[in-house]
């Protein structure tokens, strides 16, 4: 079993930057896929970013390419997402999430059907 609990969300104005944690326990983990998805209110879950967590290989959205970048200390077993230059449409529930098995295919990181464990979310929401 993996434990997520993510945390540093908030509220912030269209323009600013904000940090998400994803804390991992419970089991450690290596080679496997690590990713961040949101949710808005009305709206289906969305793929944000994701990174292999022994290679450190990215994955981004395109809404979010350039403004966000997701990294991980695996020494902390922590996920992070730096966001920058945030718009009101990031407002969002961000969860972590976590596949505990190898990934096959690079095409894997962008469905949230191929992660196996979840955290509850951290609401972000940006103001205009």
């Known amino acids: 079993q993996v434990q997520l609990v993510e945390s540093g969300g908030g509220l912030v104005q269209a323009g600013d930057s904000l940090r998400l944690s994803c804390q991992a326990s419970g089991r450690t983990f290596n080679g496997y896929a690590t990713g961040w998805f949101r949710q808005a209110p009305g709206k289906e879950r969305e793929f944000v970013a994701a990174?292999?967590?022994?290679?450190?290989?990215?994955y981004y959205a395109n809404s979010v390419k350039g403004r966000f970048i997701i990294s991980r200390d695996k020494s902390r077993n922590t996920l992070y997402l730096q966001m920058n230059k945030m718009k009101p449409e990031d407002t969002a529930l961000y969860s972590c999430a976590v596949r505990n098995d190898q990934i096959r295919y690079s095409s894997q990181y962008y469905s949230g059907a191929n992660y196996d464990y979840w955290g509850r979310g951290t609401q972000v929401t940006v103001s205009s």
């Open positions: 990174i292999r967590w022994s290679a450190g290989d990215t």
